[in-house]
């Protein structure tokens, strides 16, 4: 059996490795490093994809952030509300602007930022909510748009872990994760859905508007050559990892549903298993499974891992510590029982192997050491 990893990106490599070296040596024949046909190809690849208007490509998933709330114009003193328990480049960019960060618990089954939460921290200055589609699933847009409409808010969706994940509205459309709010922002680090082979990002947005100034502002404010209009910064795709992703983007499907298939087996193989839960499906969004991630009860999630760790299986926890607890973060002034819901995943969650290419094998060999582990 191949050794597991929690996502082995050479296994793909091995199977999309000709048609990737080729794109990248045309790249380098090119020498189009910067700005070359393959980023507009790719974004326009993407548009089409995603079923939105404008993507914008940029330099990684942070800055993706941080260009939607520069191009927002929120201001040193706005607040803007995110989840708890997300990944720290959510909340870093709100810091690094100035803004004021309000940090809400997620709703315990799905993980994704609880829609009554936000209520509550809603105040006159609120101006922006970030939310998360953390691990493939998203949150819950439908009831998010409300809010931002009824108090005039804009909505910025952090989509680096759901790039192709769909959102079922209850009158029965659909629509792709990033493009229900204002602006949506993605990341093509390695490990993502659709991952590159280096950093990159994107945002997407239906508004002729915000799409003009987020390119403006990614490109050191200029729209005509050395005119700047904007403070802005450099934050671009280059040419490489766009040829990368175009090839990478029409296997995306694909991948989705082969983690979707590996989640399945992962669930049927626990749902008997009363140690742990299996992670919750919502009814209004696909889960394209950045993550598996189970929730270990008892107190014995570390346990747990160590035991898969003698049998040359990974786990992950992601997240460990919540955003309130960090050491940069304390300027916030939360106290330690602020969220008991982000504190409480913090010490059950677990993340297993999830990647396109797992083997049956390998499956099986891991649900067997997890089931062992329980007594079944
Ligand atoms: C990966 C990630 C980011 C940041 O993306 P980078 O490309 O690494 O900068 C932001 N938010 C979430 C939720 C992520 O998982």
């Given at each position: 059996m191949r050794e597991i990893q929690m996502v082995d990106l050479k296994a793909q490599y091995e199977k999309i490795g000709a048609e990737i070296d080729i794109a990248i040596k045309s790249v380098l024949e090119s020498t189009a490093f910067i700005?070359?046909?393959?980023?507009?190809?790719?974004?326009?690849?993407?548009?089409?994809?995603?079923?939105?208007?404008?993507?914008?490509?940029?330099?990684?998933?942070?800055?993706?952030?941080?260009?939607?709330?520069?191009?927002?114009?929120?201001?040193p003193g706005d607040e803007v509300i995110t989840t708890n328990f997300t990944f720290i480049a959510t909340v870093?960019?709100?810091?690094?602007?100035g803004l004021k960060l309000v940090i809400v618990d997620p709703d315990p089954g799905s993980f994704n930022i609880s829609v009554e939460a936000v209520r509550k921290a809603i105040t006159p200055k609120t101006k922006a909510i970030v939310p998360v589609h953390l691990f493939g699933q998203c949150a819950y847009m439908e009831s998010l748009m409300e809010i931002a409409k009824k108090y005039n808010l804009y909505i910025i969706e952090d989509a680096a872990q759901a790039t192709g994940a769909d959102y079922f509205f209850r009158d029965g459309t659909t629509k792709k994760?990033?493009?229900?709010?204002?602006?949506?922002?993605t990341s093509f680090f390695p490990s993502k859905n659709l991952g590159c082979y280096g950093d990159g990002g994107a945002l997407y947005t239906n508004d002729d508007a915000h799409a003009?100034?987020?390119?403006?502002?990614?490109?050191?404010?200029?729209?005509?050559?050395?005119?700047?209009?904007?403070?802005?910064?450099?934050?671009?795709l280059d040419s490489i990892q766009a040829a990368i992703l175009r090839i990478k983007l029409k296997y995306l499907s694909h991948f989705n549903s082969a983690r979707r298939v590996v989640a399945d087996i992962y669930d049927e193989a626990f749902a008997k298993c009363h140690s742990l839960s299996v992670p919750e499906r919502v009814s209004y969004s696909s889960h394209i499974f950045h993550q598996y991630t189970i929730r270990v009860k008892n107190?014995?999630?570390?346990?747990?891992?160590?035991?898969l760790e003698s049998k040359k299986i990974p786990s992950?926890?992601?997240?460990?510590?919540?955003?309130?607890?960090?050491?940069?973060?304390?300027?916030?002034?939360?106290?330690?029982?602020?969220?008991?819901?982000?504190?409480?995943?913090?010490?059950?969650?677990?993340?297993?192997?999830?990647?396109?290419?797992?083997?049956?094998?390998?499956?099986d060999?891991?649900?067997?050491?997890?089931?062992?582990f329980f007594g079944k």
């Open positions: 700005k070359g046909p393959d980023v507009k190809l790719f974004e326009e690849e993407l548009q089409e994809y995603m079923g939105v208007k404008y993507v914008v490509s940029c330099a990684n998933g942070t800055d993706a952030l941080q260009l939607a709330m520069m191009a927002l114009a929120l201001k870093e960019v709100v810091a690094l602007l994760a990033g493009t229900i709010g204002h602006i949506g922002t003009e100034k987020l390119r403006s502002i990614a490109n050191h404010g200029m729209k005509v050559r050395y005119h700047h209009d904007d403070i802005g910064i450099n934050s671009r107190g014995k999630r570390d346990d747990l891992k160590k035991f992950m926890v992601y997240y460990p510590v919540p955003l309130h607890m960090q050491e940069a973060y304390r300027y916030l002034g939360y106290r330690e029982n602020d969220f008991p819901v982000t504190t409480a995943l913090c010490k059950e969650v677990l993340s297993l192997p999830m990647y396109p290419d797992m083997e049956q094998e390998q499956i060999y891991i649900i067997l050491n997890i089931l062992t």
